[in-house]
Each structure stands twice: as C-alpha cells, then as structure tokens.
Antibody
C-alpha cells in the first residue's frame, strides 16, 4: 500500500540545521511530485517547497529561499528536506506530501515530523 | 506571495449550507484552475476534498462542491453535519511555480 513514512521528531538549537526524511513505498516514485508543508502550533498550513524526483528540479517558497534544500534518492525512493538557520519560528509539524505530477492535488500526506527549535 | 484570504470562521446549523471563500490574485487563483481544498480535523493530517477547482476525489461526499469566479474560489458544504466541524484550507498554484495556502477557516456546527 501507499506509504510516506517520515523520520522522527527533532529538537534543535537556534542556528542549527535539521534534516527530515520521507521514505516512500507502494507506488511509482517517478510519477509524483513531493511537497513539504509545515504547520506551526495552532497555526495554518504553509507551503515550503516541492521536488520533482524525475529530474531533481525544485521550487521553494520565497520566504525559505537560501535556507531550505530538498533532495531525493531514487534508489531508496526517499525525499529529504533540510532547513538551516533555525529559529523558534521554525518550530512546526513538517509534512511530506505526494502529488500526482502536474495535477495540483496534494492527495497523500505523511504522518508529519515535529521539529522543535529551543535554546 | 501573499496567502489567499479566507474568513477566519464560518458557522451553520446541521442541515444548512455554508460557503467558504478564498480570495487570491491574478497571480494565483485567477490564473489557473488549480485550486484545491483541504479539511483538517484536530490532531490529524489534512485531507483533500476538492481539487482542480471542482473535482472531488473518490470517497469524498458530494455534499462538498467547489467553484471559482475571477480571483475568488469557493467551497460549499451542503447538508452540514457534525463531522464537518474542522479547519478548511484552500491552495493554489502560482505564476512563479510555487504553491500558496489560504489563511484557513474554522467551521463550527452549531
């Protein structure tokens, strides 16, 4: 069955970096785009970026430019998100989300990974 | 890229219909038929209920319907039920190859 299994919760100091992994299975990895969406405690959804695993092309929300990097490993069908220069504002639940390529349809969500930034 | 604007809250009685608006710009909602709507219950991951402005994924109740006029998309929930009480978010693709989520709407069933 379709699975997006994300890595576990992280606690980081301000200024540090965090890498969150999303291991996929149960479908053709190359037929989808993968998005990252975050949700701060008690707040709304915020789009972070996306990666096309076929060619590695990425797109990032302007506010994260220079701080976020999305990568993929086609051999392990895993997508990763690395966020640097962490501040307390980055404390949030980070979701990996699957989109059938070009459909604008964020149809399958991972379980989420809580990243806490605290001194 | 600013977030499309949604009303903070909408309420209705069981059986009634409610409509949630999502107002963007001609750089996002107005330029593409890419609007999707997501329902999120407390402590759960969001679930897509409308995509491509009008389309419902398999398994989603036909009480949910979507539309768009100009820069504003709308989600209508008819025959409101207790389980419809949740947060709702719109999203749209944009002219700079990004996505943007709306500000979110809390639906309360009275």
């Amino acid at each position: 069955q379709v699975q997006l299994v994300q890595s576990g919760a992280e606690v980081k100091r301000p200024g540090a970096s965090v890498k969150v992994s999303c291991k996929t299975s149960g479908f053709n990895f190359n037929n989808y785009h993968f998005h990252w969406v975050r949700q701060a405690p008690g707040q709304g959804l915020e789009w972070v970026g996306l990666i096309n695993p076929t060619n590695g092309e990425t797109s990032y929300a302007q506010r994260f430019h220079g701080r976020v990097t999305l990568t993929r490993d086609t051999s392990t069908t895993t997508v990763d998100m690395e966020l640097s220069g962490l501040t307390s504002d980055d404390t949030a639940l980070y979701y990996c989300v699957r989109e059938p390529s070009g459909t604008f349809y964020l149809g399958f969500w991972g379980q989420g990974t809580l990243v806490t930034v605290s001194s | 890229q600013s977030a499309p604007t949604q009303p903070a809250s909408v309420s209705g009685s069981p059986g009634q219909s409610i409509t949630i608006s999502c107002t963007g710009t001609n750089s996002d909602i107005g330029n593409y038929n890419s609007v999707s709507w997501y329902q999120q219950h407390p402590g759960k991951a969001p679930k897509v209920i409308i995509y491509g402005v009008y389309y419902r994924p398999s398994g989603v109740s036909d009480r949910f319907s979507g539309s768009k006029s100009g820069n504003t998309a709308s989600l209508t929930i008819s025959g409101l039920q207790a389980d419809d009480e949740a947060d709702y978010y719109c999203t749209s693709y944009t002219v700079v190859n990004t996505y943007v989520f709306g500000s979110g709407t809390r639906v309360t069933v009275l």
